[in-house]
């Protein structure tokens, strides 16, 4: 329930804080008081978009805060899903700051709008005049009857198939799309896989090839300084190889007199063996290298068969070339296994509507069922309610596609007196008529709902005399169950509240702000009095108000 609701710089609101009990409790005052501020300001904090323009001093920020007691109504599993914490007074609080954003907290943890939303739908519910024209939509209609029929899983489960098969018709198109593309380039895309398959393409080979190209073009250059280097090595007393061989002589003499000697001795042999080695290499590769005119020419062959690859694809390595290679590829296999792809995403599409249409089936089913309860209920109710000739009706008809919410199209009827045919409800109902028959609906869903709250704003427009007492009494009724708070300008049913609250303008501080306050009983009579005449309270007006509260 509701337990307490704080606004500070919202509206004409400067300060207000009050403390709402259980049942059901009533708010009165005159027109302009600030009743409809008072349910703007909760509907912020439920979760409503913010409006800068609304705060009462531009320099502050606007902070509402309502506390609500929900130890009874199983909600751990959606803070925890939210990542919020869990705690059976909840504490939700709105804050508009100067500079026109906004931030919603729930127990002090910062959430969204949508998170705001989810936890708020279950936890009150503000009905407001215009929504009697809810009456005439499909989709308020279709959430009578499914929370009748108890439908809830179902219609979580469809959704769920509804969005999958959607998703498959999307991919169905964008697949159909692609093919037709991809079709049109087939022929064109072989072609240039074939051309880069036929080419042999190696990682690393171009790196190779062009090296080779460096020594194929330089053959006599590169022998000439081979053979000269083996001149200078090998010659029999000034040659290098004799030079290390004197010097290595020289350090084997002196080793043993010191370490260092003996570690330059070492050293000095490594050098000797690797120049011996490195020798024998420069002879191996001076033998091996010979000019190649065909070779040369393969190798340059080659080269320009890369080039003019990497050229036509705009690229710059082999390896970029193998990736466009696979590219290739992927779109030839696309088209070449098009009805394969095809075939398995219809065979998809066709088990995702076999699920929906069985879904839908056990949809209509319990809707089906459902409402010749509702039928009957809504008649009794409204009967209650001084609508005794009003007869209800309920067509539902299944349609071949499949909607949001099943296949169903669905379609409230009533017929106002007996006798008469069976019309649109917005077509037959007057303005009172609707507001008793959408009070005779929250009625019913109560009893179907585990809904902690509900407002009732001024749902009583239109009606007057008896039925003002009925229209009391059925709130009374639901108040047994849940707590109920209604905004009234009707004496009879303010009278019926176990709580009376009363929103009235103060001056404070050369401004006027609103304010609410709970009633004591002779608060309460003077109150009804005035409603009843008139600010001139007569006495006749106290007794008939002592009489409404007897």
Not at 51 to 60: A, G, H, P, T
Not at 82 to 104: C, F, H, M, Q
Not at 525 to 541: C, N, Q, R, Y
């Amino acid at each position: 329930m509701l337990v307490s609701l704080s606004i500070k710089n919202y509206a004409l609101i400067e300060n207000l804080k009050v403390d709402f009990k259980d049942r059901l409790s009533i708010i009165t005052g005159e027109t302009g008081a600030g009743k409809s501020i008072l349910m703007g300001g909760l509907a912020l904090v439920l979760g409503k978009r913010a409006d800068s323009s609304l705060v009462y001093d531009k320099v502050k920020k606007c902070v509402i805060e309502a506390e609500f007691q929900v130890a009874s109504y199983q909600l751990e599993s959606f803070f925890e899903l939210n990542d919020l914490d869990y705690d059976p007074w909840v504490i939700i609080r709105r804050e508009i700051l100067p500079n026109g954003k906004s931030r919603a907290f729930v127990n002090d943890t910062p959430t969204n709008l949508s998170v705001l939303n989810a936890l708020t739908s279950q936890l009150i519910d503000i009905h407001s005049q215009h929504e009697t024209l809810q009456l005439s939509d499909m989709g308020y209609q279709f959430h009578i009857i499914d929370a009748l029929a108890n439908n809830g899983s179902l219609l979580h489960d469809y959704d769920g198939s509804f969005r999958a098969y959607k998703d498959l018709l999307k991919e169905l198109r964008a697949f159909e799309e692609k093919q037709q593309l991809a079709k049109k380039e087939y022929d064109y895309n072989v072609f240039l896989w074939e051309e880069l398959d036929s080419a042999q393409l190696k990682t690393g080979e171009l790196e190779e090839l062009e090296e080779d190209l460096e020594k194929l073009s330089h053959v006599e250059e590169i022998k000439l300084g081979l053979s000269a280097i083996l001149s200078i090595s090998e010659q029999e007393s000034l040659g290098a190889l004799n030079q290390l061989t004197e010097i290595d002589h020289h350090l084997s003499k002196i080793h043993s007199f010191s370490s260092s000697y003996g570690s330059m001795s070492e050293r000095m042999q490594s050098l000797f063996i690797e120049f011996k080695d490195l020798l024998s290499d420069i002879a191996s590769e001076n033998d091996q290298l010979v000019y190649d005119p065909a070779t040369l020419e393969n190798v340059e062959n080659r080269l320009q068969t890369l080039y003019g690859l990497q050229k036509k694809h705009g690229v710059s390595t082999v390896e970029e070339l193998l990736l466009i290679k696979d590219a290739y590829h992927a779109k030839i296999t696309v088209v070449e296994n098009a009805d394969e792809t095809l075939a398995e995403t219809i065979a998809n599409i066709e088990k995702a509507k076999g699920t929906l249409n069985e879904l839908s089936r056990r949809l209509h089913k319990r809707r089906k069922e459902a409402i010749p309860e509702f039928t009957a209920q809504i008649e009794d109710a409204l009967q209650n309610l001084e609508m005794k000739n009003t007869r209800f009706k309920v067509n539902l008809t299944a349609s071949e596609d499949f909607l949001s919410n099943g296949k169903d199209q669905l379609e409230f009827l009533m017929s106002s007196d007996k006798g008469k045919s069976f019309k649109k409800v917005k077509k037959v109902a007057s303005g009172g008529e609707m507001s008793r028959m959408m009070l005779a609906v929250k009625w019913i869903l109560s009893q179907y709902s585990n809904l902690p709250a509900i407002i009732f704003d001024e749902i009583d427009t239109g009606v007057s005399g008896e039925v003002s007492n009925r229209i009391a009494d059925v709130m009374l009724a639901m108040s047994q169950n849940m707590q109920v708070i209604t905004i009234t300008h009707l004496p009879q049913v303010a009278a019926k509240g176990h709580h009376h609250y009363k929103v009235f303008k103060e001056d404070s501080k050369g401004s006027v702000s609103s304010n609410i306050k709970l009633m004591n009983r002779d608060e309460r009579l003077v109150e009804l009095a005035e409603m009843l005449g008139g600010s001139k309270i007569t006495d006749s007006a106290l007794a008939h108000a002592k009489q409404l509260l007897s």
